[in-house]
């Protein structure tokens, strides 16, 4: 059974980081092509960082520069490193997989699996 459970998020002040973490259960990290969302108060979910079974990176254009994905093999986790946030971050962030491959893919219906989420919180 396939299990996402994330952590790290919190209450942050504008301007500074957080690590978010996706523990992965079952085949190791690295056969999931593993992505991270968020979802704002009333607004859409929405594509934030995606990582490949081959180790391929991809952002949504407008967080490029500010957020990094990341994994660990060992660990079998994925991690996004937030940095420079801003009150407009504030959402839930979620990570998803699915062992299907794509080069990239940034939407939701991709993703068969989800966490339960994460909550982020930066304040101005």
């Known amino acids: 059974q396939v299990q996402l459970v994330e952590s790290g998020g919190g209450l942050v002040q504008a301007g500074g980081s957080l690590r978010l973490s996706c523990a992965a259960s079952?085949?190791?990290?690295?056969?999931?092509?593993m992505a991270w969302f968020r979802q704002a108060p009333g607004k859409e979910r929405e594509f934030v960082a995606a990582?490949?079974?081959?180790?391929?990176?991809y952002y949504a254009e407008s967080l490029k520069g500010r957020f990094t994905i990341s994994r660990d093999n060992v660990k079998k986790t994925v991690s996004l490193q937030l940095t420079s946030l801003k009150p407009e971050d504030t959402a839930v962030y979620s990570c998803?997989?699915?062992?299907?491959?794509?080069?990239?893919?940034?939407?939701?219906?991709?993703?068969?699996?989800w966490g339960q989420g994460t909550q982020v919180t930066v304040s101005s």
């Open positions: 998803a997989g699915t062992f299907r491959y794509y080069a990239s893919t940034r939407g939701a219906e991709s993703y068969d699996y």
């Open positions: 079952g085949r190791t990290v690295s056969s999931y092509h």
């Open positions: 990582i490949n079974q081959s180790g391929g990176t």
